[in-house]
């Protein structure tokens, strides 16, 4: 297994811009995580799945963001419109029960 | 609310020379505690967990109630070593794998 695909690895916008992240997990794990990763606030989780179900969405920081799992293999993230303070690097990470987080590369998002 | 604290956000140490990262948490209840490690330019990865009582890389952490602590400690440390270090906090059952992460310690092995 490939383990958690991310793509892009790199994004570069203009503020206002729509960006869309995309993540495919780990066959057979059933959940699935968004983090975002700054310098000042660290790894914080946006939102995560349980058997493609949004389970928790609290870390989502504003109505301009959106995750979707529309089936076991393939989530989005969405930012709509982006904005520079959106910059960071957005993970990904899949699990099955206590095995713990498998993460993706991430994204380096920069919102020029 | 659970929290994780990493005091230090950098630390140097020479090879051989032994390392602790320190972690606090704060959580009422009985969490699963984990260190996570990300080397340059590589993926953040598990490095170990507290409920298997296992030694990677060297590495051990244990989990002390009474201070509420769970620092990871390496007796002689190597410069592959260097890398971010990341505890979390899970609160298991149904929400195993949502991590609270501390902010991080950069640790550095000096030749």
């Known amino acids: 297994d490939a383990g958690v695909i991310q793509s892009p690895r790199h994004e570069v916008t203009e503020m206002g811009q729509e960006v869309t992240l995309r993540c495919k997990p780990i066959?057979?794990?059933?959940?699935l995580f968004w983090y975002r990763q700054t310098m000042m606030r660290g790894l914080e989780l946006l939102i995560y799945?349980?058997?493609?179900?949004?389970?928790?969405d609290s870390g989502m920081p504003e109505d301009r963001f959106s995750a979707k799992m529309p089936n076991a293999s393939f989530s989005t993230l969405k930012i709509q419109p982006s904005e520079p303070r959106d910059s960071a690097v957005y993970f990904c990470?899949?699990?099955?029960?206590?095995?713990?987080?498998?993460f993706g590369s991430g994204t380096q998002l920069s919102v020029l | 609310a659970q929290r994780v604290t990493q005091p230090e956000k950098l630390l140097s140490v020479f090879k051989g020379a032994p390392v602790e990262l320190k972690c606090n948490y704060s959580?009422?209840?009985?969490?699963?505690l984990f260190w996570y490690v990300q080397y340059s330019r590589q993926r953040l990865q598990l490095l170990l967990r507290?409920?298997s009582r296992e030694s990677i890389k060297g590495f051990t952490a244990d989990l002390n109630k009474g201070e509420t602590s769970f620092h990871l400690k390496k007796p002689f440390a190597q410069e592959e070593d260097s890398a971010m270090y990341y505890c979390?906090?899970?609160?298991?059952?149904?929400?195993?794998?949502?991590?609270?992460f501390g902010q991080g310690t950069i640790l550095t092995v000096h030749p």
């Open positions: 507290h409920i």
């Open positions: 959580y009422s209840g009985s969490p699963e």
């Open positions: 799945f349980n058997n493609n179900v949004p389970i928790d």
């Open positions: 979390a906090l899970s609160v298991g059952g149904t929400s195993y794998g949502k991590l609270t």
């Open positions: 990470a899949s699990s099955l029960g206590p095995l713990g987080l498998f």
């Open positions: 066959s057979g794990h059933n959940s």
